[in-house]
């Protein structure tokens, strides 16, 4: 089939790709004409496992294409998708500006009966706007085309977005039109084998199961920081707290770590937008309230153990703070809403510098934070770790899972772990002759 994708980002270049792979004809289309150059040239814009050779195999057998052309794209295609960006408005509801800018130019350029997919997670009612939008311009136009907007939310992960891309759990669709259904039955069909995992649905359901999906996800996490906070003053360990309950399978063993708080471009955007929705209906989110303000202050929450540790936060004037992580998780180099930041801020307020390694997002700290003296980005952990005072893990890369705690001690001066993932058991980390402190892991093994 024939499919034009609107925005290359992670959700726009990595669905293009996946629908390239097994045989469809996609044109990506992007307003940045540089990421376009770049894409033709087989630059990939971001770190994805898996997808740069992807990229590249299917713009090679033609499957794949870049272009700023709107029109000609829109018109040879059977599918529209409109993949771009929902950033948050001031008071966090999503910004719709360049989705309706895409429906727009669709209006304006549709030739013959497409169907018109969103795949951005947008506000319930956006596909309705869509259509208007569409509808308007066709108006304009004086045209009759017949065309549908069906809500199709991507579930990917950053990081294993390909993986997930190609084996969705399930599809879900939203439209009231069973023609709908059935062409992108057929669209997805090769993702689709062995068993069905289309799951259709009314339009407004659709847009609503993506936020709901995510709010849940994050309600997880913060549930176990919540917990985490508690089994620390009560000197209980949340690692033996969440091995006694994940074996539940109405709890599950996904979701349920504890750590420096949920950051990216989904979880933080999605539940404040979901509040949003929910407040401009006159429902009262606070549920999803409390999910946010707990993400915000267990971001807090590492720089807290610091200042305890240190017995106040002059202490750490002049310190050289290692810290292992920058990206908001691992196998990406993204630092949206990543825990890092907020914690390196903490730390430079209090006089403190920093030195940092991640294995992917150096550039991207590079360009988020500039060249300053407080602030080192090191080649290895090992590097970072010369004449750091202390070490803070905030990133669970598989690397910093079991280091060497003889050749940390032997470079840390003050010899203090902070853990912000709970990556290490304490009594490994102390027998190396280093203090250890955990997210949620008690009064009993660092007493207050
Ligand atoms: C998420 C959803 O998982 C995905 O389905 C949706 O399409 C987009 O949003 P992503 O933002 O890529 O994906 O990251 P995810 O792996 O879900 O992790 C989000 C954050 O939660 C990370 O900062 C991670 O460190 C944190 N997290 C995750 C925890 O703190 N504890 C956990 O148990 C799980």
Redesign the pocket.
């Known amino acids: 089939m024939h499919v034009t994708i609107f925005g290359t980002g992670y959700v726009g270049l990595v669905s293009g790709t996946c629908l390239a792979e097994v045989g469809h004809d996609v044109v990506c289309v992007d307003i940045d004409q540089r990421k376009i150059d770049g894409l033709e040239a087989g630059v990939i814009p971001i770190y994805e496992p898996g997808l740069e050779p992807m990229v590249r195999a299917n713009h090679a057998a033609g499957r794949l294409k870049f272009t700023t052309d709107a029109a000609a794209a829109i018109a040879a295609s059977e599918v529209v998708f409109i993949a771009v960006g929902t950033p948050p408005d001031e008071d966090g509801s999503a910004d719709l500006q360049y989705v309706l800018a895409v429906a727009r130019t669709i209006g304006r350029h549709l030739q013959a009966p497409a169907i018109v997919v969103d795949k951005s997670?947008v506000p319930v009612g956006t596909a309705d706007k869509v259509r208007d939008a569409i509808a308007a311009e066709l108006a304009a136009r004086g045209v009759d085309i017949a065309f549908d907007v069906v809500s199709n939310p991507?579930?990917?992960?950053?990081?294993?977005?390909v993986e997930?891309c190609m084996r969705p759990d399930r599809i879900v669709l939203g439209t009231s039109s069973p023609a709908s259904i059935e062409r992108l039955r057929r669209l997805y069909a090769p993702f689709n084998r062995n068993h069905d995992r289309i799951v259709a649905m009314d339009v407004r359901s659709a847009e609503l199961t993506?936020y709901a999906?995510?709010a849940m996800?994050?309600t997880?996490?913060s549930f176990?920081?919540e917990i985490a906070g508690i089994a620390e003053k009560v000197g209980a360990d949340i690692e033996q707290v969440r091995k006694g309950i994940g074996s539940d399978p109405r709890i599950g063993w996904?979701?349920?770590?504890?750590?420096?708080?949920?950051?990216?471009?989904?979880?933080p955007k999605?539940v404040q937008a979901l509040a949003r929705t929910a407040v401009q209906h006159g429902h009262e989110p606070t549920l999803l309230d409390a999910v946010e303000s707990v993400n915000d202050r267990q971001k807090r929450h590492l720089f807290e153990l610091a200042v305890r540790h240190y017995g106040g936060a002059a202490a750490l004037r002049g310190k050289t703070i290692a810290l292992w992580g920058l990206a908001?998780?691992p196998n990406?180099d993204?630092m949206r809403e990543?825990?890092s930041r907020r914690l390196v801020q903490q730390l430079w307020d209090a006089g403190a510098r920093v030195r940092a390694y991640d294995p992917e997002a150096r550039e991207e700290a590079r360009r988020i934070f500039g060249d300053r003296d407080d602030l080192v980005l090191c080649d290895s952990a090992g590097d970072a770790l010369q004449g750091a005072d202390a070490l803070v893990v905030i990133?669970?890369w598989k690397q910093f899972r079991s280091p060497d705690f003889a050749q940390i001690r032997a470079r840390l001066g003050d010899g203090v772990l902070f853990d912000g993932?709970n990556l290490y058991e304490p009594a490994d980390v102390e027998a190396a002759g280093i203090a250890y402190w955990g997210i949620g892991r008690g009064r009993s093994i660092r007493p207050e």
């Open positions: 997670t991507e579930f990917l992960k950053e990081g294993a977005a997930d993506k999906a995510n996800l994050a997880k996490i176990m920081n996904h979701f349920i770590y504890p750590g420096a708080g949920y950051g990216g471009s989904c979880f999605d908001f998780k990406t993204d990543a825990s990133t669970e993932r």
